[in-house]
């Protein structure tokens, strides 16, 4: 049995290796100019890149914006990308940039995750086979779109950093140029407005 569990673990690291190698094999052709590597790359992490930036800007127009702005950014940058990093890490690095640009360029415009909901365009990024299940998923993640527009900026990334696309507080703290302290003390801080916002959403009787 322990012999069996072993060899499935060899396995599964041989493909996560595996995974690494190809995905660096594809950066390294884009970066000598392969147009058909750089597509491979962008379809890869299009959906991710969009999905950030539309939790980091509240509405679809403003992260398609970035989420093109991201990619053009990639192509420029790409021939200086150092392999010894974590390829993820640097896109989300400038996927936040390009956010915190498009923000500060729209001003104080509010964040929108309420009219994109009412308008019918709030994206829904989990999927359930079950009628009933997923329609209870949209409205919980409806909820915790809304709350994210409460939070501050350096909150409200650290949190879908964190939280909502699976990373590690080490390296949001990369990402964002902190230090761990200071993110683990921005996602206690978002978590506790968020579900303060979602109590007292509950409790409004909105359901």
């Not at 995974?19 to 590597?37: C, K, L, P």
């Not at 019918?120 to 009933?132: F, M, Q, T, V, Y």
């Amino acid at each position: 049995m322990s012999s069996n569990v072993a060899d499935i673990a060899l396995v599964m690291e041989q493909i996560s290796q595996s995974s690494r190698y190809d995905t660096n094999t594809i950066i390294e052709r884009a970066q000598r100019g392969d147009a058909v590597a750089f597509e491979q790359l962008l379809l890869a992490h299009q959906q991710r890149v969009m999905a950030t930036a539309w939790r980091m800007l509240g509405n679809v127009e403003d992260a398609r914006d970035a989420a093109q702005e991201v990619f053009l950014r990639l192509y420029k940058h790409l021939p200086k990308y150092d392999a010894q990093q974590e390829f993820a890490g640097w896109l989300y690095r400038i996927v936040i940039n390009v956010c915190h640009d498009v923000a500060r360029k729209r001003g104080n415009r509010y964040l929108s995750f309420e009219a994109e909901q009412e308008a019918g365009k709030l994206p829904i990024l989990a999927s359930c086979d079950d009628s009933e299940r997923a329609a209870i998923q949209a409205e919980e993640q409806a909820i915790v779109m809304r709350a994210l527009s409460t939070l501050s900026e350096k909150e409200r990334a650290a949190i879908v950093l964190r939280d909502l696309e699976g990373i590690s507080t080490e390296e949001v703290a990369r990402i964002l140029g902190s230090s761990a302290t200071t993110v683990r003390s921005q996602i206690s801080a978002a978590r506790t407005k968020i579900k303060q916002y979602r109590d007292r959403f509950l409790k409004g009787g909105h359901r």
